[in-house]
């Protein structure tokens, strides 16, 4: 293997030092622009050197930087470009130590087929400053432009090497420097038909070897395939860790064996130590004369660490800080460098921004930022932290993302449109708890309504209430638990199996009795006003209760109707929709499409132009018995005639005269004839 040359070549770059003063007096900022974001620099110093930020320590023009950090900005290019300082590059005369980073570029004119220890033809190095690619004052590492070593085969039966050596310079007390290669951070990639890659130490005069693969583009069975580096015209392999540990202040990647092919069939291979993941391999790169050069004329990126390497390690604990301390920002500390001596310092938990300046770390508002700091509640920063409660009537972790209801979400049914119900326990029973969807009893009539109203019947069809409890900010009422939902459920929901004609004959008298006893049996008329099956509930006995009586009326005894009430349209009298007086008659009415509903197991809605209703109608006006109408599950011959006598019944209670309708004591009594003709 060929013995690189660790001495720096006598080309160097003078910077001019009116540039420089350029450079520290420019404020790129725009007024105001930055107004909302964290400082990065110290005040009065430029943040950004042309697409590339400067965070402080990093720094432009003087008292801008600490020491190793010092940051020169080159405005000839248009935008300009950053490069990290190095005095040994800009000036003759400096005196070690020098601190900076510079690559030296060694161009070698090689015989096509000559071994890789003859004599060179020619050859010449140009050293130049390191380009700042990017910095990452959080990761504390920078990203440099690296050169792309190549080796191609020209047509005049020579080829021209060219390899890239990267020193990292120490300065005064700091042997470590300011930067160390950084091993996790970058991959060492070969591209070509034949080729080998290495990644060499650079240090005295002789270089040893670290990491290397191979590439082959023909003699596999596979082709090479865009986008993977896996040996075909490109290869890659990380950096060991302890491979890189003696050796990071000085690397070259190095071409081996050199490019001897035929030119007319190999024209270039290259090598490049490369950040990881991104590089993307295409077939095009590996045809052509310096085809990934052109690709990527400033170079590719690699990654450096860097750390304040001048005054030793982090102070122990109880310890004072060394004097020049760099972590010196509020909610900040300090922590050992992984990659060589010294330390950096890091923002504390939830805070973000600079460390290494006084107002740098600033506390996160974390809520807003919710894809990175969950709250499924309401959420509220406070320094270094934030609080994430669950909303009302949630309870758990919002921060975990599993506020659940205070009630089991399981037991949750909405009733009517205006109330939502869970399940709770007061003592050993378990309740049904009602609160309105909108905050004050005040606003909600409704609300009120049901507690006048469910405070006068007790009847063992009618849900009772419990209590109420007002004297939070959501009023709510707290009523029997009934575990088997509501009769709409039980008909409707997909889920459900058969169920017997004796059960809804049970259903449909004892329901009728309830709803008998309000119209007649309390001291004021109480019309219910919204009869349909998704207010009539079942325990678990199922034996029916009417609930939701959020629109019901009372009516003195003198009085014959009510006025303006809104129930489901499905169910409602269309009498009482053209009148728009509620009378016992109505409910007589919905009751009547819910019998339906019981011998179908179709539910009525009115959005089909009342198909139920109307088909029932047709056969009783054509003198017709609604056989095919019953739900199958019960339809058995033997029941038929039951089914019809509830048929005839329905229909009455739908005739649109309104004297013509039973009341629903008769109809409570005849439903329960049926029930008993059938278990006696
Ligand atoms: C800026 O870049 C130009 C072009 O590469 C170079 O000639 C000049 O010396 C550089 N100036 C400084 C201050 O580095
Ligand atoms: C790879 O992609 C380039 C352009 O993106 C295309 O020209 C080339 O044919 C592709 N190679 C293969 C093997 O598909
Ligand atoms: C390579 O692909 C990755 C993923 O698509 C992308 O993030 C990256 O920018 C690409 N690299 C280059 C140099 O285009
Ligand atoms: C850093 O290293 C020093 C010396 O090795 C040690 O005393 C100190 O406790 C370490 N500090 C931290 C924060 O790890
Ligand atoms: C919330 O979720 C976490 C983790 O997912 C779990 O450990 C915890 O028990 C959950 N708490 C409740 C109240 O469900
Ligand atoms: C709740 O209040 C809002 C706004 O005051 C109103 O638009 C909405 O209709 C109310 N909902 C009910 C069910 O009363
Ligand atoms: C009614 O509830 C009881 C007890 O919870 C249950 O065993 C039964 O299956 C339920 N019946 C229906 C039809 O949901």
Redesign the pocket.
């Known amino acids: 293997m060929a013995t690189m040359s660790s001495s720096k070549f006598p080309s160097r770059v003078l910077l001019p030092l009116i540039l420089l003063l350029l450079a520290a007096s420019a404020d790129h900022r725009t007024p105001g622009a930055y107004a909302a974001a964290l400082p990065i620099t110290r005040p009065g110093c430029p943040d950004k050197c042309g697409d590339v930020l400067i965070p402080f320590p990093f720094g432009i023009g003087s008292g801008c930087f600490l020491q190793g950090f010092e940051v020169t900005c080159n405005n000839t290019f248009t935008p300009p470009r950053a490069f990290i300082t190095n005095r040994e590059l800009d000036d003759p005369s400096a005196k070690w130590p020098y601190g900076g980073v510079f690559q030296d570029v060694a161009e070698i004119v090689y015989l096509t087929g000559n071994s890789e220890d003859s004599k060179p033809s020619s050859s010449k190095t140009v050293s130049v400053p390191l380009e700042l690619f990017s910095i990452s004052v959080a990761d504390n590492q920078a990203r440099g432009y690296g050169a792309i070593s190549s080796d191609c085969t020209t047509a005049t039966a020579e080829h021209l090497y060219k390899y890239q050596g990267t020193v990292f310079d120490s300065y005064a007390d700091a042997p470590d420097g300011t930067f160390l290669l950084s091993a996790s951070g970058n991959v060492l990639i070969g591209v070509g038909n034949s080729v080998e890659p290495v990644l060499t130490q650079r240090v005295g005069a002789t270089s040893s070897f670290w990491a290397s693969c191979v590439s082959k583009g023909t003699g596999y069975l596979q082709l090479p395939a865009n986008g993977s580096c896996g040996g075909r015209g490109c290869c890659q392999t990380p950096v060991a860790e302890e491979a890189v540990a003696d050796s990071r202040r000085a690397f070259s990647v190095a071409l081996y064996p050199r490019n001897d092919g035929d030119p007319a069939q190999v024209a270039c291979n290259y090598g490049m130590l490369v950040e990881k993941?991104?590089?993307?391999f295409s077939t095009t790169d590996m045809n052509g004369y310096e085809t990934l050069p052109k690709r990527f004329p400033r170079g590719i990126p690699f990654v450096m660490d860097f750390a304040i390497r001048n005054s030793g390690a982090c102070p122990a604990q109880g310890q004072l800080p060394p004097a020049g301390y760099a972590c010196v920002s509020d909610n900040s500390y300090c922590a050992n460098a992984t990659n060589g001596l010294g330390y950096v310092c890091k923002c504390s938990h939830n805070y973000e921004g600079n460390p290494y300046f006084k107002v740098g770390c600033q506390d996160i508002n974390e809520c807003e930022h919710p894809e990175k700091y969950r709250c499924d509640g309401i959420c509220k920063n406070k320094p270094g932290d934030y609080d994430c409660l669950c909303k009302a009537g949630m309870k758990g972790d919002a921060k975990k993302g599993n506020c659940t209801e205070k009630f089991p979400t399981a037991a949750k049914a909405v009733v009517g449109g205006f109330g939502e119900v869970y399940k709770g326990i007061v003592g050993d029973e378990i309740v049904a708890v009602k609160k309105p969807i909108n905050g004050s009893i005040l606003e909600n009539d409704q609300f009120a309504n049901e507690v006048i109203i469910q405070s006068q019947v007790i009847h063992r069809n009618i849900v009772r209430l419990i209590g109420c409890c007002l004297d939070v900010d959501i009023p709510m009422l707290v009523y029997e638990f009934l575990s088997n939902g509501s009769l709409d459920d039980i008909l409707h929901s997909n889920n459900m199996g058969p169920l017997n004609l004796d059960a809804r004959l049970k259903i449909a008298a004892e329901s009728a009795d309830g709803l008998a006893y309000m119209h007649s049996k309390t001291s004021t008329k109480i019309l219910h006003g919204d009869v349909k099956p998704a207010n009539i509930l079942l325990d678990d006995n199922m034996l029916p209760k009417i609930s939701d009586f959020g629109i019901s009326r009372l009516i003195p005894r003198d009085k014959e109707h009510a006025a303006s009430v809104i129930g489901d349209m499905s169910y409602m009298d269309p009498v009482y929709l053209q009148t728009g007086l509620l009378t016992e008659k109505s409910d007589v009415y919905s009751f009547g499409v819910v019998l339906l509903e019981l011998i179908s197991r179709k539910k009525a809605t009115h959005s089909d132009n009342y198909k139920l209703v109307n088909s029932y109608l047709e056969d009783h006006k054509k003198g017709k018995k609604s056989t095919e109408l019953f739900d199958k599950d019960i339809a058995a011959e033997g029941d038929l005639e039951i089914l019809d006598s509830i048929a005839v019944l329905a229909v009455e209670c739908l005739n649109l005269d309104v004297d013509q309708r039973p009341a629903m004591t008769e109809v409570a009594h005849r439903l329960l004839m049926l029930y008993q003709s059938r278990s006696s």
């Open positions: 993941n991104w590089y993307n």
